[in-house]
């Protein structure tokens, strides 16, 4: 069967003009003329274009692709071989470019404005969750304490965030060696720990009662992504989450029960 030219433009997907510029170049030229002199194509001739669509799709220049449509059987492989590793070398580069623009996602969602090399010397391999830190910006962002939270962070010098690490660093290894060495989560051991936790948001954040420090441990245990921003993956436990949960609820109620009583009103 013959094809005309609105016809292969309509099967392939590609315009017209682009059929007139394949044919200008040699690459695929219609096999007939209708008496009126208009391009006809052929069963063949489209056997031929969808191979040449093919290595376009792959991203081959119309040189390259003539060449090997010239000699098929020895150059097909190997041009496609060397297709493959160039795809992959972008692949790896476009990889790249993602995670730079999620860590600098993560900058804006967090509020640590720091450069790229003051994060790492800060925070080392430490990252951020960017789903957990987006969600919880878009669950709190109109909450005081989180937009208050989010202003000091932003706020921070590297030396700053330097002393924050260095403080989460010395509490976690104190939390780390009471839950493995069997201190009852509501005892005083743990209750000073999460108490330590609650002033530490305080001093660094924002201000952090005891029902708020709640909510954030109850985060802690239910979000896996939560839970590692004060204890990596890497060093958790089975249980430790539900422990610190635990420990803060407990220091809640402690609290509760030594803070002073409220100044009676005077008649």
Known sequence: MSYSVGQVSGFAGITVRTLHHYD???????????????????????????????????GFPLDEIATILADPQANALDHLRARHRL???????LQ????????????QQTGVELTPEERFEV???????????????????????????????????????????????????????AFDTGAPADGERAMDLAEEHRQHIGRWFTPCPTDMHGRIADDFAADPRAFALVVPPGEQRPGLAAYLRTAVHANAVRQAATAPPPPADRA
């Open 123 to 177: 925070f080392g391999e430490v990252t951020f969750d960017l789903t957990y830190a987006t969600q919880a910006h878009l669950k709190w962002q109109h909450h005081e304490g989180h937009q208050r939270s989010m202003a000091r962070a932003a706020a921070h010098t590297k030396e700053d965030w330097a002393q924050i690490m260095a403080e989460g660093t010395d509490w976690r290894g104190r939390l780390l060696t």
């Open 87 to 93: 795809l992959t070398d972008q692949i790896a580069t």
């Open 24 to 58: 200008k170049a040699g690459l695929l030229s219609p096999s007939d003329r209708s008496p009126a002199g208009y391009r006809l194509y052929s069963d063949a001739d489209l056997a031929r274009l969808q191979q040449i669509l093919f290595y376009r799709e792959l």
């Open 96 to 107: 790249r470019l993602v995670e730079v623009a999620e860590h600098a996602m993560e900058v």
